[in-house]
């Protein structure tokens, strides 16, 4: 089985300030790891993800993340945060064998304080 | 690529009526997923479909709860009897069946119970 704990349902930063939003997986095979973003009344935007490739993942809007198996972790990170990257956040994780079925985190809500 | 298209955005309905949401997905995505969002939720997989074939319905939350994808194109969700918990937003979203495809979402419908 396959889940995602996302440490941090509230992260508050600075504008210019780095972004680290915390993603933790469990998964019994090689995990697909993705994140998400989502603003007020919109459905989910695809930022990043992670099939097995390289470790270090880039994405749009200049975030990336780092899959660390031997953390299982999928961290989430931008080195300078807009105003613009204000909304919520979720890590999803799939695996091979699960038809593609997504396992959604409970999600952060980043807040950029100018 | 249009985007994955639901409808409508928002449905207000009184308890104990019958509600119909239609999504329209990605033309060429032949994997069609539904998800319920309550409040402060990630996003809580319903059921999926490939092509035609709904090839997992034991998360549906209810036998009040049902989807159809007829013709392997667009896919409906229907709530029988609506109660007051039924009030979320419920997401569809596409994928091609290719391994580790992201999911790509609609909007959303935003469903209200009175």
């Known amino acids: 089985a396959q889940s995602v704990t996302q440490l941090g349902s509230h992260v508050s930063v600075s504008e210019g300030a780095l972004v680290l939003l915390r993603c933790n997986y469990s998964s019994s095979v090689p995990p697909y790891l993705f994140w998400y973003v989502q603003y007020p009344n919109q459905g989910l935007q695809l930022l990043l993800k992670?099939?097995?490739?390289?470790?270090l993942v880039k994405g749009i809007n200049g975030f990336e993340a780092e899959f660390k198996k031997s953390e299982t972790s999928f961290h989430l990170t931008k080195p300078s945060a807009h105003m613009s990257d204000a909304a919520e956040y979720f890590c999803?994780?799939?695996?091979?064998?699960?038809?593609?079925?997504?396992?959604f985190g409970t999600g952060t809500s980043l807040t950029v304080i100018p | 690529d249009t985007g994955v298209s639901q409808d409508p955005r928002h449905k207000i309905t009184k308890r104990g009526q019958n509600v119909t949401f239609r999504c329209d997905p990605i033309s060429e995505h032949n994997r069609l997923y539904w998800y319920r969002q309550t409040l402060g939720q990630g996003p809580e997989f319903l059921t999926y479909?490939?092509?035609?074939?709904?090839?997992?319905k034991s998360r549906l939350l209810s036998d009040r709860f049902s989807a159809e994808r007829p013709k392997g194109s667009f896919s409906t969700l229907e709530i029988q009897r609506t109660e007051q918990g039924d009030s979320a937003m419920y997401l569809c979203?596409?994928?091609?069946?290719?391994?580790?495809?992201?999911?790509?979402f609609g909007d959303g419908t935003r469903l209200s119970i009175l």
């Open positions: 979203a596409s994928s091609s069946d290719r391994l580790a495809d992201p999911q790509h």
């Open positions: 999803a994780v799939s695996a091979l064998g699960t038809g593609n079925q997504f396992y």
């Open positions: 992670y099939t097995s490739a390289a470790t």
């Open positions: 479909f490939q092509n035609e074939a709904q090839l997992e």
